[in-house]
Nanobody, 119 residues
Framework: QVQLVESGGGLVQAGASLKLSCAASGRTLSGYHMAWFRQAPGKEREFVTRINWSEGNTFYSNSVKGRFTISRDAAKNTVYLQMNSLKPEDTAVYYC????????????WGQGTQVTVSS
């Protein structure tokens, strides 16, 4: 099992940037896919982006492609989400999640960090 702790959320104006961090503990992330999801008030949880920890391959939802960047630091066992050109519709609680490569279910989740973008 992987323990995940997100940080870096906050209140910003539209057009600003934020960088979220997700620190993992319990095991190394080799062989895992790491992802960011978000959930806005009254809406279902939404996939944002993922990264293959071992190979570094990434995938983004259309809503954030070109604005958000996922990355990882193996030495720190940490995943990052750089968010640029933020929009009010990006307001949500952002969650970090992990799944074993080759499986489909994200089994480990962080507690979430709030991102609020004002217009």
């Amino acid at each position: 099992q992987v323990q995940l702790v997100e940080s870096g959320g906050g209140l910003v104006q539209a057009g600003a940037s934020l960088k979220l961090s997700c620190a993992a503990s319990g095991r190394t992330l080799s062989g895992y896919h790491m992802a960011w999801f978000r959930q806005a008030p009254g809406k279902e949880r939404e996939f944002v982006t993922r990264i293959n920890w071992s190979e570094g391959n990434t995938f983004y939802s259309n809503s954030v492609k070109g604005r958000f960047t996922i990355s990882r630091d193996a030495a720190k066992n940490t995943v990052y989400l750089q968010m640029n050109s933020l929009k009010p519709e990006d307001t949500a609680v952002y969650y970090c999640a992990a799944r074993i490569a080759g499986t489909y279910e994200y089994t480990d989740w962080g507690q979430g960090t709030q991102v609020t973008v004002s217009s």
